[in-house]
């Protein structure tokens, strides 16, 4: 089977991480075309995933163009789309990751006459696009896609709601391998050292830095928790979120916290870092597709809160396997962050818990498969 991915971007999202882990079983037979250079290409060439970057000139959509802005950035698309169309006859399926993927895609797709996969990351929603993107996705998805795969129930829930179809839409989540999440005890307490966390109970929040991610969330619950509990924001502002990034720090010296958050950019030793922490938070604000971090630190055998709403329902059971608080709510966020601390046994138990389960139900192998199963039926 050979596949043709598209991705619009050149830096490494949950999507693009994703995209990684589904295009290495077709390495020897696949093409990953990006519309942007960047660290994403460089790490498909280290997973030896042919790629190579289709356009340099950044297309100028964004979640929340209008559609005139859309319809101005079509001149950019034209040569973009009559390079995919080309290069798509030598493949069975177009595999579009992204939104902008899906517009080219589906283009594409149309004139090579080859069927299109659209892998839907996103929630549909108007908390996250404006209602021009919604319609395009939904309207393209619908008339030129064979599959769409949805990353979580929520993403379908949206998509459907939006007038997808779904008849064509499954639910595949995200896979992992357990392996590359166990670390070595002696490299842990080694970067403990190095970041100066001994003796701090130490929560980790790894996420791109952007609003509704809501590291401000968890910056304010920190400020209700006792002076040993610091936090570690792991995560750089990857779409051009600048002014959030200095808000951040403003608020951080405003709550005199500068001792116990410490912000560490965008990091490729994930798993380690998560094997550093006591506690992991999720903060987003508004609902989350899927909620990659939230299963690594299930994997990485670490307690882990996350905001009650989208794809996390879907991976946490409040108290089971993680905790839930309600998304923009510092105190309920303080609160679960000083029962962990207080009561280290529970909390390591369903710390256990969601390492067993998760190893189970995101397995990389077995999602593959599911995804296998469903490509050979189109
Ligand atoms: N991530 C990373 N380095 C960082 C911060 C995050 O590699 O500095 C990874 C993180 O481990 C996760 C992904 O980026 O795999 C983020 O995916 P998620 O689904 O949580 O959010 P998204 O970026 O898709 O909104």
Known sequence: MKIFFLDQSGKPGGAELCLIDIAKPHKDHCLVGLFADGSFKNLLEQNHIPVEVLTTQAIQVRKESSL??????????????????????????????????????????????????????????????????????????NRFASLVIANSQASQAAFVAEGGRPDITKVVYNGFDPKHYQSHESDVSQMRKQLGLDGRFVIGHFSRLAPWKGQHILIEALAQCPQEVTAILVGDALFGEQ????????????????????????????????????????????????????????????????????????????????????????????????????????????????????????????????????????
């Open 68 to 141: 005139a802005q859309g319809l101005g950035s079509l001149g950019q698309l034209v040569p973009l789309i009559a390079k995919v169309v080309q290069k798509a006859r030598e493949f069975d399926f177009i595999y579009a990751n992204t939104q902008k993927a899906l517009v080219v895609g589906a283009l594409a797709s149309f004139f090579s006459r080859r069927p299109l996969v659209y892998h839907l990351h996103d929630i549909l929603s108007p908390e996250h696009f404006s209602s021009t993107n919604r319609r395009i996705a939904v309207t393209l998805a």
């Open 243 to 378: 002014e959030y990034v200095q808000r951040l720090h403003q608020q951080v010296a405003d709550l005199k916290l500068e001792e116990r958050v410490k912000f560490l950019g965008f990091r490729s030793d994930i798993p380690l870092l998560m094997a550093a922490c006591d506690l992991v938070a999720h903060t987003s604000t508004a609902p989350e597709p899927f909620g990659r971090v939230i299963v690594e630190a299930m994997l990485c055998g670490k307690p882990v809160v996350a905001a009650k709403a989208g794809g996390a329902i879907e991976l946490v059971e409040h108290g089971v396997n993680g905790f839930l608080v309600t998304p923009g709510k510092p105190d309920e966020l303080a609160q679960v962050i000083r029962t962990c601390l207080q009561e280290p046994q529970k909390t390591t138990t369903i710390a256990h818990n969601a390492q067993t389960t998760a190893s189970q139900r995101f397995d990389v192998t077995a999602i593959n498969q599911q995804i296998a199963v469903l490509l050979n039926t189109l």
